[in-house]
């Protein structure tokens, strides 16, 4: 069953965060609804434009509502990741989607606000719900100030200013986090004190962490054992979900984990057969691993469980 993110948060709030995963392409979808129904989780399908473009939007459409029908229980959300406003207003008009994103975020503060209120209002009238995004992620390199790192992080007053007048319905902040397998530097982390000045000013109201994969550092080994190079990956660790959560996180999104899950299992099952040319031998690994992380991944972020309960409040 697809459902708003709004739903999901309200159940979530406070306690524990949703998961929201991108996906690309069959296997991952398989994966991902097998390991949320094993651990009985609500889950966020995240789709990126490059998602949209890999091969064909129309294409991961048919596979999430095929996957609803291969496993009807699930209760999920179905939600643009990073979306320009075009894009935003595509994914409105196809009526497929539960939410968007609009990342604004690299404009100026007023062009955010301005560009962010457009996208809701659309939303708002299709039925859909808005995150917006306030601050910067991105590498937090080693010679940089902390003052000039502390910049970038969201400001509490201005995330209330900005909920005010675009009227989102999520935000996603920053909080020392950044995208993909190459987090922190030196002994950065996550900024809880940023994050409880937010909530202080929005009680509440749903927070997103994006750039949260943990990079196992054991998954990084088996990688470059089988030959491949990833030199200095880290990630956040994910015992600090719950704390997140507790302070008004109710969204994490992981994307770079399952890559590292596809990476792994693709590149051990080729050295360890090098004579293999059955793509369905090393997919058909992948899906039960990934579908064995999405569960490990829920019970951190405390989703674990929770569907009945989820299903119950949107019955009542
Ligand atoms: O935040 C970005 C997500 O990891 C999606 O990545 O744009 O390469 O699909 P992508
Ligand atoms: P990771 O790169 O840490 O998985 O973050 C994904 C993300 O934020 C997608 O929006
Ligand atoms: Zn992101």
Redo the contacts with the bound molecule.
Sequence with gaps: MIVTTKKLFEAAYGNYAIGAY?INNLEQTMGLFQGNLDSQAPFII?ISKGARSYTHKTMLEGLIRSAEEVFPEAIFAVHL??GDEQTCYDCIESGFYSSVMIDASHEPFEENIAITRRVVEAAHARGLVVEAELGMLGGVEEHISVAEADAKLTNPDQALEFVERTGCDSLAVAIG?S??AYKFSGSQALRFDVLEEIQKRLPGFPLVM????SVPQEEVERINAAGGKLHGAK?VDANQFKRAAQLGVTKI?????GRLVWTRVHREYFLEHPENIDLRKPGKIFMAEYARFIAAKNEKLGSAGQLEHVRKLLSD
Aim: net charge negative; aromatic share 0%.
């Design positions: 991108n995240q990741d990073h986090t995208h993909g994006h750039g949260s994969s990630g999104n992981i994307d770079t984990d």
